[in-house]
């Protein structure tokens, strides 16, 4: 019976390290993934000043959100899997908490924005540029910030016998938060926080529906014309406004709905446990992927979004990381040094409509080479090896 009961728990405890070494080796894949690709859709939004634009601004500052939750988020759980304790002191903690706790309600407002954002360009889109502004909107995400570093404050104040919470390591998640499981210390402050998150679900199911119920509208009504007519010329301004309604909401349709796949079970599953956790028999790990791991994966997936979805984005992408490439190319293949006149030099000419009708008459006509006249306003380019 002994031996018996301790081969269970061998088995018990190998298959918890198998699963803590499993998740250690995705989250690490997760995190590189999350930063990189945020930190790479920030820097295409910078480089290009066409994208600093209200919807540009948004997705900057989604990406910046979804940024930190991958340096502060990802970076500490993985430690805190690792080491199955909290290393530091119970300040570094509640600072941890309170920076994730801020990035995340962040994240979560800047979707529903963007959801927004959409709907009047849908639906007003001769009055969005005067509604929207840039000025509007740095306004608005300077707001977001400080109300959600005020609100996610409330937890460092010392009235969590009222239930307004305290920051602490929670051993069950692997992580410094409020513990869902502790209502008489939590319950107000965590109730509060998934209301918020399942009101802005709803606004942002709202606006996905009228944004997709809009453009079947204008799609049936503009086929009709666009059938009938190969120019656009013809039909009315409004609807040639309309009829490129598709294409500028496409990357924010997929955002929103990736956001709500992803925050939906979250929020269900944080108000059902704040209330009725002794009633459901829920695994630790259970706990973790349904808090957590959602919102990993929502902060993951923005930057593909962008990139597979977004035509400047895909370019800014390519022409990155053939920058990036190249320089290394070169320098893992070393390339004897020759001097600069034994170097081979590649001379790529940027040349017009009439040059070319030019060198097209010449070569019918070769006598006319001698009169041609130099071709002015070349622009060259060496490239030495």
């Not at 009055?127 to 609100?151: D, G």
């Not at 597979?308 to 992408?317: A, G, N």
Request: glycine fraction near 4%; aromatic fraction near 14%.
């Amino acid at each position: 019976m002994i031996d018996s009961l301790n081969s269970s728990l061998h088995h018990s405890l190998e298959y918890s390290n198998f699963i803590d070494f499993t998740s250690i080796a995705i989250l690490i894949l997760l995190a590189i993934a999350c930063i990189l690709g945020n930190l790479l859709s920030i820097i295409v939004v910078y480089r290009n000043k066409n994208m600093q634009e209200p919807s540009g601004l948004l997705m900057t500052n989604l990406a910046t959100a979804d940024l930190c939750i991958g340096l502060i988020f990802m970076t500490t759980t993985i430690i805190y899997t690792w080491k199955k304790t909290y290393i530091l002191n119970e300040i570094s903690c509640k600072i941890r908490a309170y920076l994730v706790t801020i990035t995340v309600m962040v994240s979560q407002f800047t979707a529903a924005y963007i959801a927004m954002d959409r709907c009047i360009y849908v639906c007003k889109p001769l009055h969005y540029h005067l509604w929207v502004t840039k000025s509007k909107i740095i306004c608005l995400i300077s707001f977001t910030w400080v109300l959600a570093s005020l609100f996610s404050a409330m937890p460092l104040i010392p009235l969590h016998q009222s239930g307004f919470g305290r920051y602490e390591y929670i051993s069950y998640m692997y992580s410094c938060w409020l513990d869902i499981k502790n209502f008489p210390q939590n319950g107000g402050i965590l109730i509060l926080i998934f209301s918020i998150f399942v009101g802005l679900l709803m606004i942002v199911l709202i606006c996905y529906i009228i944004i997709l119920y809009k453009a079947k509208k204008v799609h049936t009504t503009i086929q009709p014309f666009r059938k009938s007519t190969n120019t656009k010329q013809q039909l009315p301004s409004r609807m040639v406004k309309l009829s490129w309604i598709n294409k500028p909401t496409k990357t924010s349709v997929i955002l929103v709905g990736v956001y709500l796949i992803c925050a939906a079970p979250t929020a269900i599953f944080g108000i059902t446990m704040t209330f009725n956790h002794r009633y459901y028999n829920v695994s630790d790990i259970g706990y973790r992927v349904m808090i957590y791991w959602c919102m990993y994966a929502n902060a993951l997936a923005n930057p593909f979004i962008f990139g597979f979805s977004h035509r400047d984005f895909r370019q800014t992408y390519r022409s990155l990381c053939c920058k990036c490439s190249l320089p290394c190319f070169l320098r893992f293949f070393s390339v004897k040094q020759l001097s600069p006149n034994e170097s081979l030099s590649f001379t790529i000419t940027q040349t017009s409509f009439s040059e070319h009708r030019n060198a097209f008459r010449m070569k019918r006509n070769p006598s006319a080479r001698a009169t041609a006249p130099a071709v002015i306003g070349e622009k060259n380019t060496f490239l030495n090896f």
